[in-house]
T-cell receptor, first 108, second 113 residues
Framework: GQQVMQIPQYQHVQEGEDFTTYCNSSTTLSNIQWYKQRPGGHPVFLIQLVKSGEVKKQKRLTFQFGEAKKNSSLHITATQTTDVGTYFCAGDFNKFYFGSGTKLNVKP | DVKVTQSSRYLVKRTGEKVFLECVQD?????MFWYRQDPGLGLRLIYF???????EKGDIPEGYSVSREKKERFSLILESASTNQTSMYLCASSIQDLNTEAFFGQGTRLTVV
């Protein structure tokens, strides 16, 4: 099937440090979505990127879509304990295929 | 508020049993999905339905089947449950245009003993 690779698998940071997760596809995506899953919860939509080179911000979160539309990143500036959770990217391929996720732990 | 409801939060079944996981959405969404979530493997697509009675296989359909007789309901069926199907199962729905977000149910933690 289609593959969306995501790294790293785990990230432990001290509160206030920055965090980045990367998503890579072997084929061109028409769009990419990002989701957050809190511990014990279900994935919740954060944002969608559609255009080549697109950058979107949500407060401390910055999302980028690569020029070739094969990769994307999510960067969190100055993490807080409320950022704890697993972050997933999802590429469409006419269905939603999710990356393996990056589990973020933030130490207060 | 979009609501995707899965029939059970926790389920324990015996090996060989036929298991039904039910999912209902209340927003008239065309697309519905079943995923399983395992540590380190993310969300893997089992089956996808884009209309009533229509289905497509995802990455891991073996051992599963689905049923969509009504637009709002999408059922996942484990014909003969096995221990390697112990997992978290997540249902999701979206409108027909895939350039929109998917809404997830709360998940069903299935344990096969």
């Amino acid at each position: 099937g289609q593959q969306v690779m995501q790294i790293p698998q785990y990230q432990h940071v001290q509160e206030g440090e920055d965090f980045t997760t990367y998503c890579n596809s072997s084929t061109t995506l028409s769009n990419i979505q990002w989701y957050k899953q809190r511990p014990g919860g279900h994935p919740v939509f954060l944002i969608q990127l559609v255009k080549s080179g697109e950058v979107k911000k949500q407060k401390r979160l910055t999302f980028q879509f690569g020029e070739a539309k094969k990769n994307s990143s999510l960067h969190i500036t100055a993490t807080q304990t409320t950022d704890v959770g697993t972050y997933f990217c999802a590429g469409d391929f006419n269905k939603f295929y999710f990356g393996s996720g990056t589990k973020l732990n933030v130490k207060p | 508020d979009v609501k995707v409801t899965q029939s059970s939060r926790y389920l324990v079944k015996r090996t060989g049993e036929k298991v039904f996981l039910e999912c209902v959405q209340d927003m008239d969404h065309e697309n519905m999905f079943w995923y399983r979530q395992d540590p380190g493997l993310g969300l893997r697509l089992i089956y996808f339905s884009y209309d009533v009675k229509m289905k497509e296989k995802g990455d891991i359909p073996e051992g599963y089947s689905v049923s969509r007789e009504k637009k709002e309901r999408f059922s996942l069926i484990l014909e003969s449950a096995s221990t390697n199907q112990t997992s978290m199962y997540l249902c999701a729905s979206s409108i027909q245009d895939l350039n929109t977000e998917a809404f997830f149910g709360q998940g069903t933690r299935l344990t096969v003993v």
